[in-house]
């Protein structure tokens, strides 16, 4: 088992700046792929960005390349996500969520409102 607790959400104007985190416990924070998704009301959830066990390997969305950047820090075990020119449109619930071959493990979200 995997627990994840994401933090950081909030209310931002457009163009403003979050940075979310996503503390891991549970297991081995340097075995997990890290990523980061998001639900807006109505709509599915939906991939925004994944980091690999080592940070060697980071992919997008690319709604958000060149705005977001995803890291992790193995050390904290913790995986954030730096979101940077934010857009009414990126208004939705964001989910940490872990993946091993065992299984996929999700957070239980944080709120980002942009307001325009």
């Known amino acids: 088992q995997v627990q994840l607790v994401e933090s950081g959400g909030g209310l931002v104007q457009t163009g403003g700046s979050l940075r979310l985190s996503c503390a891991a416990s549970?297991?081995?924070?340097?075995?997990?792929?890290m990523g980061w998704f998001r639900q807006a009301p109505g709509k599915e959830r939906e991939f925004v960005a994944v980091?690999?066990?080592?940070?060697?390997?980071?992919n997008y969305a690319g709604s958000v390349k060149g705005r977001f950047t995803i890291s992790r820090d193995n050390a904290k075990n913790t995986v954030y996500l730096q979101m940077n020119s934010l857009k009414p449109e990126d208004t939705a619930v964001y989910y940490c969520?872990?993946?091993?071959?065992?299984?996929?493990?999700w957070g239980q979200g944080t709120q980002v409102t942009v307001s325009s």
């Open positions: 969520n872990a993946y091993t071959q065992s299984g996929s493990y």
């Open positions: 549970g297991r081995t924070f340097s075995s997990l792929t």
């Open positions: 980091i690999s066990r080592s940070s060697s390997t980071t």
